[in-house]
């Protein structure tokens, strides 16, 4: 099971798509979001620490989106 908490996906997605999630499908989404999340907090990390770091600051974090939509053209 993922440590995100299903209640916490299922009111997210209520929200933005104004439908239900079953458990099941809130326990998948949550496990999707865990994987991603873990990627975002290593590429942080690791451009944290290239930069002689040891905080993770809101610019490694809109360098890894940033990243990813320029692998994606």
Do not use: C, W
């Amino acid at each position: 099971m993922a440590t995100i908490p299903k209640q916490a996906v299922k009111k997210i997605f209520g929200e933005h798509f104004g439908l239900q999630l079953t458990d099941d499908g809130a326990e998948a989404l949550a496990r999707v979001l865990e994987k991603k999340a873990k990627s975002i907090s290593a590429y942080a990390v690791k451009n944290a620490k290239k930069e002689k770091r040891n905080k993770v600051t809101k610019k490694d974090i809109q360098d890894y989106v940033l990243k990813e939509s320029s692998d994606e053209d």
